[in-house]
């Protein structure tokens, strides 16, 4: 009797634990106004290379000389190493970097963004995605 239960009580947890992974992957389009662009200049603060998302976050500097820490979701951080992008080398993102982003901002209006592209200071320009929801 004991295995005939096992079977069925495994399975049904097996789908309760892939069903809150699924609900916590969620679209860009429900945090993101996918039809809007932010472009924004600052000073990197901090970058983290994780899965299944990094972040960037970014000092801007607003016209009534307070800042505003910005948090960009990036993509993981397989999916950036094939652009180019990581710890170290050319396209390396270090804390007091001055940088150019554009991003989808958040729909509700907090400093949050989905990035697509950074301009370097040398002026080099890496898209990090076009923010659709495949890119």
């Not at 429900?30 to 809007?36: H, N, P, Q, R, T």
């Not at 993509?75 to 990581?86: C, D, E, F, M, N």
């Not at 949050?112 to 200071?121: C, D, E, H, M, Q």
């Not at 080099?124 to 659709?132: A, D, F, K, P, Y």
């Amino acid at each position: 009797m004991m295995k005939r239960t096992l079977g069925p009580v495994a399975f049904m947890g097996g789908l309760l634990m892939a069903s809150g992974w699924l609900q916590a992957h969620h679209s860009l389009a429900g945090v993101y106004d996918m039809k809007a662009e932010k472009e924004l200049s600052g000073t990197v603060d901090k970058v983290q290379f994780t899965n299944p998302h990094g972040s960037l976050s970014v000092i801007v500097k607003n016209d009534d000389g307070t800042t505003t820490e910005w948090v960009l979701t990036l993509g993981s951080a397989t999916a950036l190493a094939g652009k180019g992008v990581g710890k170290i080398g050319p396209n390396a993102l270090h804390t007091g970097d001055s940088i150019k982003v554009k991003c989808i901002p958040a729909k509700d209006g907090h400093p949050i963004g989905f990035l697509k592209s950074v301009t370097y200071a040398d002026g080099h320009v890496i898209v990090v995605s076009g923010g659709g929801p495949n890119d």
